[in-house]
């Protein structure tokens, strides 16, 4: 297929893929040696790192338990949670278990220091409430995921640099958010709600490792030299066991980010069916008093809780058979309907929604009356108007017979703009040869319609 293009135009094809590539090329400006030096001071964790991060997990706690989101921006500002992560990525990048060894047995400890700090904070605090920060952090979803890869990638690479920029550090650290899983966990230990725990250690557990990941992949990209051993067999076996870990420590991820874009398709999907349901006219009187939607590998479920009139098996089977319009198929709907008893304050509650449901819908014909009205009465007055124009045109114009008048618009097929203007149509009688020249100026001054347009019917 090539032999066809001829020769400038391959010329031009490489000279704008030469560019391309000296545009996007990053091995120039990488300082190796340096990096690799401040990848490993940053993984020591003693001394001032250590209350260093202790301070900044409270600093961290307060800005969650209080949701002040400034404060946990600056708590992770001054957090060295990320040194260790970058350390693993770069030990199995470059074949060193000495550093993975070192990186890991510091992540552990950063992270039991965090649980200690966060937990004791939380469980002395006179706030209990979990606010929408601490919330946050409970629930990952497949966009945390693309945040800890790239933000790690933009990471490895601003560090790399023979010049390396400070504030894209600093937005990294912020991006990834590590800090605040850590401490929305010890808030779930504190309280004993174990749920609030595993969604934000995992969380912590997926930037961890797709940080870690995106310091593996660069550091590969970008050639860093890979560790000699002096014994043959001592390399293969440090490889052979990096790699198995590597794989071991994929493998789950993979299976867990798969299972994030799944989770939070269905929540997507079934926030879109649960909308859309509520607008047919089977719940004109029935009311959603509640929905839950629970995502399973296996089935997920969706329940609504309902009151006010009852749905037919018909109705019922209706529903079910919409899901597969949402993606939603296997999906088991679960609707609880009260009978005919109603306790008191569901019942209040029930005719409080009502109410203020049929409010809302007799505002909306409310306003469509008033507009409604306003055209009417709009047309009304310009109907008197414009019998007292055909008065005078009799007068002025008594070739004429008959007129009409509205407002057109007028679309240029060239450049698709749309104007409207008001129009009128005039039909002259038979024995008159053509309309009179001035009816035109007449009109736009009895009519005050400077752009007036005259068309006239034959």
């Not at 310091?215 to 890979?226: A, E, G, I, Q």
């Not at 799944?262 to 607008?279: D, G």
């Not at 007055?381 to 019998?387: L, R, V």
Request: hydrophobic share 45%.
């Amino acid at each position: 297929m090539t032999e066809n293009i001829p020769e400038s135009k391959k010329s031009l094809l490489k000279r704008i893929l030469k560019s391309i590539r000296n545009i996007a090329d990053i091995h120039n400006d990488t300082h190796i040696e340096a990096t690799i030096e401040s990848i490993k001071k940053d993984i020591e964790f003693r001394g001032s790192n250590v209350w260093i991060l202790f301070f900044a997990i409270i600093v961290a706690s307060v800005g969650l338990n209080v949701n002040s989101t400034a404060v946990i921006i600056g708590a992770m500002l001054i957090s060295p949670l990320m040194g260790p992560i970058n350390g693993v990525g770069l030990a199995v990048g470059t074949f060193d278990n000495e550093l993975l060894r070192n990186s890991l047995r510091n992540l552990f400890t950063m992270v039991a220091i965090s649980l200690l700090a966060s937990t004791t904070y939380f469980f002395i605090s006179p706030l209990s409430d979990a606010q929408s920060e601490l919330l946050a952090r409970t629930t990952p979803t497949i966009f945390d995921v693309f945040i800890a890869l790239f933000g790690g990638m933009a990471g490895i690479v601003a560090a790399s640099r023979r010049e390396s920029k400070i504030t894209i550090i600093s937005g990294v650290a912020i991006a990834t958010a590590l800090m605040p899983p850590l401490c929305t966990a010890g808030y779930g230990l504190a309280s004993g709600q174990m749920s609030y725990f595993f969604g934000a250690f995992y969380l912590f557990f997926i930037n961890s490792f797709f940080i870690a990941l995106a310091t593996f992949l660069m550091v590969r990209y970008l050639h860093f030299p890979v560790k000699q051993f002096v014994n043959p067999n001592r390399e293969r076996v440090v490889k052979r066991s990096i790699t198995i870990f590597a794989i071991i420590a994929i493998l789950p991820s993979i299976y867990m980010a798969w299972s994030l874009v799944n989770e939070t398709r269905f929540n997507s999907q079934a926030t879109k069916y649960l909308h859309e349901i509520q607008e047919l006219e089977m719940f004109n009187n029935i009311e959603v008093i509640n929905t839950q939607r629970t995502y399973s590998s296996k089935q997920s479920a969706i329940a609504l809780s309902l009151i006010g009139g009852k749905l037919t098996d018909e109705q019922l089977e209706r529903l079910k058979g919409k899901l597969s319009d949402y993606g939603l198929a296997g999906t088991n709907l679960i609707v609880k309907q009260t009978g005919g008893s109603i306790d008191m304050g569901t019942q209040e509650m029930f005719i409080s929604k009502l109410l203020d449901k049929q409010d809302q819908q007799l505002k909306e014909k409310d306003t469509l009356i008033a507009r409604m009205s306003y055209k009417l009465e709009k047309y009304a007055g310009m109907n008197d108007e414009m019998i007292k124009v055909a008065r005078e045109l009799k007068i002025q114009y008594p070739d004429i017979e008959k007129f009409s008048f509205s407002s057109s618009v007028f679309t240029n097929p060239t450049t698709l703009q749309q104007d409207t203007f008001p129009v009128f149509y005039v039909e002259w009688k038979k024995s008159s040869s053509s309309y009179d020249r001035n009816l035109n100026e007449w009109l736009k001054v009895r009519l005050n319609a400077p752009q007036l347009q005259i068309i006239e019917v034959k």
